[in-house]
């Protein structure tokens, strides 16, 4: 776990402005950040453009796809904004990998039926011989180095493939905890086409994290803006308006000072 005394306590997010729309200036290490938003809002680019400049900056990021193909990310961020993953690759900064949500799922649901088969056991007591509960240090999942950063895209693909929904919930409890653990400052994204003003639709995930960005594509006339909402931090202040951003050839543009 973090303690007050680590360097760097807080890393930049390094998506365009976003960073001066936060007190700190970023992200405490040793919390996550949700990322929700419907199709098309760039839940994908923030996660991918934050990490990106963070291997770059010198930090090591762990990148985990749960829907697309690793070679299909790194093949369309190059194309369309110029980031080159593979190299960073090979400097050994940033590991990108796909894991199989359905193959996780299957064998967190066995482990948490025993878990329920023994009622006098805790939870506590069952990790150790079932990792895969909390997803991140799964057995099938080894980190190649102790990461900076760490980014799961996306958990909507986990819940999915929750035939028990029961059991989708304490997983995610379960793998906000173990990324918590690793002392990097980590962001998951979460597939949820969510109205402005519509608070009263918290889901789980939303409670459980550290902070909540939601990113919105918003109808005006023929036209669609993008704007993105920091509805939550719990380590610092922020802004708590509307902020309208773009996605162009360099990623997201948070178009800092202009209103919706």
């Given at each position: 776990?973090?303690?007050?005394?680590?360097?760097?306590?807080?890393?930049?997010?390094?998506?365009?402005?976003?960073?001066?729309?936060?007190?700190?200036?970023?992200?405490?290490?040793?919390?996550?950040?949700?990322?929700?938003?419907?199709?098309?809002?760039?839940?994908?680019?923030?996660?991918?453009?934050?990490?990106?400049?963070?291997?770059?900056?010198?930090?090591?990021?762990?990148?985990?796809?749960?829907?697309?193909?690793?070679?299909?990310?790194?093949?369309?961020?190059?194309?369309?904004?110029?980031?080159?993953?593979?190299?960073?690759?090979?400097?050994?900064?940033?590991?990108?990998?796909?894991?199989?949500?359905?193959?996780?799922?299957?064998?967190?649901?066995?482990?948490?039926?025993?878990?329920?088969?023994?009622?006098?056991?805790?939870?506590?007591?069952?990790?150790?011989?079932?990792?895969?509960?909390?997803?991140?240090?799964?057995?099938?999942?080894?980190?190649?180095?102790?990461?900076?950063?760490?980014?799961?895209?996306?958990?909507?693909?986990?819940?999915?493939?929750?035939?028990?929904?029961?059991?989708?919930?304490?997983?995610?409890?379960?793998?906000?905890?173990?990324?918590?653990?690793?002392?990097?400052?980590?962001?998951?994204?979460?597939?949820?086409?969510?109205?402005?003003?519509?608070?009263?639709?918290?889901?789980?995930?939303?409670?459980?994290?550290?902070?909540?960005v939601s990113l919105?594509?918003?109808?005006?006339?023929?036209?669609?803006?993008?704007?993105?909402?920091?509805?939550?931090?719990?380590?610092?202040?922020?802004?708590?308006?509307?902020?309208?951003?773009?996605?162009?050839?360099?990623?997201?543009?948070i178009m800092l000072?202009?209103?919706?």
């Open positions: 776990m973090h303690t007050m005394g680590d360097k760097n306590l807080t890393l930049p997010v390094r998506v365009s402005h976003f960073d001066e729309l936060v007190d700190d200036g970023g992200l405490e290490r040793g919390t996550t950040t949700l990322i929700a938003g419907g199709c098309g809002c760039g839940k994908t680019i923030f996660a991918l453009q934050s990490v990106y400049n963070a291997a770059l900056a010198g930090e090591k990021v762990i990148y985990f796809t749960l829907e697309e193909e690793a070679e299909k990310i790194r093949h369309h961020m190059k194309k369309n904004f110029g980031w080159d993953i593979a190299a960073l690759e090979k400097k050994g900064k940033f590991h990108l990998q796909k894991l199989d949500a359905y193959e996780l799922v299957k064998d967190i649901e066995l482990a948490l039926m025993e878990y329920r088969k023994k009622d006098s056991i805790s939870l506590s007591e069952i990790l150790p011989s079932h990792p895969e509960i909390s997803l991140i240090d799964s057995r099938g999942i080894e980190l190649p180095f102790s990461p900076d950063r760490i980014v799961i895209d996306s958990i909507s693909a986990l819940y999915s493939a929750f035939t028990d929904k029961d059991g989708y919930r304490v997983c995610m409890k379960l793998l906000i905890d173990a990324l918590n653990e690793h002392n990097s400052a980590n962001i998951i994204t979460y597939e949820k086409a969510r109205e402005i003003d519509s608070c009263s639709t918290l889901d789980v995930e939303e409670f459980l994290v550290d902070g909540v919105y594509t918003i109808r005006r006339g023929q036209l669609r803006r993008r704007a993105l909402e920091i509805v939550k931090i719990r380590s610092c202040g922020h802004v708590t308006e509307m902020t309208p951003y773009r996605i162009t050839s360099d990623g997201i543009s000072g202009e209103k919706l």
